[in-house]
């Protein structure tokens, strides 16, 4: 009987325990069923343009994330020819906050699925920027792929062009030339994706 007495409240004591850390442990099971939940959708499924470039301006890569939906980007769809464009009434800051992209082209001729070169069917690769913007360092940079009649290397993949709902998706991947006055011996290298709907 003693022995029952003198074990019973052990007993009591671990059942506390017990129940306490299961308690305690709910909160992490629910965190660790947060921490799996999906994950927002990718940047590739979301509208609009994102790109990083690196070059000497710049010093180091810096990101641009240009929104979908229309205010920002112009998109233009044919059997013949495909352009995208930033609206010239809009610019676009870095993700880090320093510099602005005030000019962006990207055109294909004819236009569609498949990949498309420098040397197969790409117009246009242009990129404009305010560098350093507010700071002394300030200065606009501009660059393209094809500079005084030498190209660049460009890659641009189209992976969906759907003229009957007027969307298309891809990636590319460039290497450009700075066109600015006595700055052409300078190149940046981008790469970047794009998910745009007229």
């Not at 305010?130 to 009649?149: D, L, N, Y």
Request: net charge negative; glycine share 12%.
């Amino acid at each position: 009987m003693r022995w029952m007495q003198f074990l019973f409240p052990k007993y009591l004591l671990l059942a506390f325990v017990g129940f306490v850390g299961a308690c305690g442990d709910a909160p992490s099971t629910t965190g660790g069923a947060a921490s799996a939940a999906p994950a927002p959708a990718a940047a590739g499924g979301e509208e609009g343009l994102r790109f990083t470039i690196d070059g000497p301006v710049f010093g180091g890569p810096t990101s641009f994330v240009v929104p979908g939906g229309g205010e920002h980007l112009r998109l233009y769809m044919s059997d013949n020819m495909f352009s995208l464009m930033l609206n010239p009434k809009r610019s676009v800051r870095s993700e880090d906050g320093k510099h602005v992209l005030d000019m962006l082209v990207l055109g294909t001729e004819p236009a569609g699925e498949g990949e498309f070169t420098e040397s197969s069917n790409v117009t246009e690769f242009s990129l404009g920027f305010v560098a350093h913007e507010g700071t002394p360092q300030s200065q606009s940079v501009s660059m393209s792929f094809r500079s005084k009649g030498v190209k660049q290397p460009v890659r641009l993949v189209v992976s969906q062009y759907d003229l009957k709902s007027d969307t298309t998706d891809g990636q590319f991947t460039a290497r450009l030339r700075r066109s600015n006055i006595k700055s052409t011996d300078q190149f940046y290298e981008v790469k970047g994706e794009f998910l745009a709907k007229d």
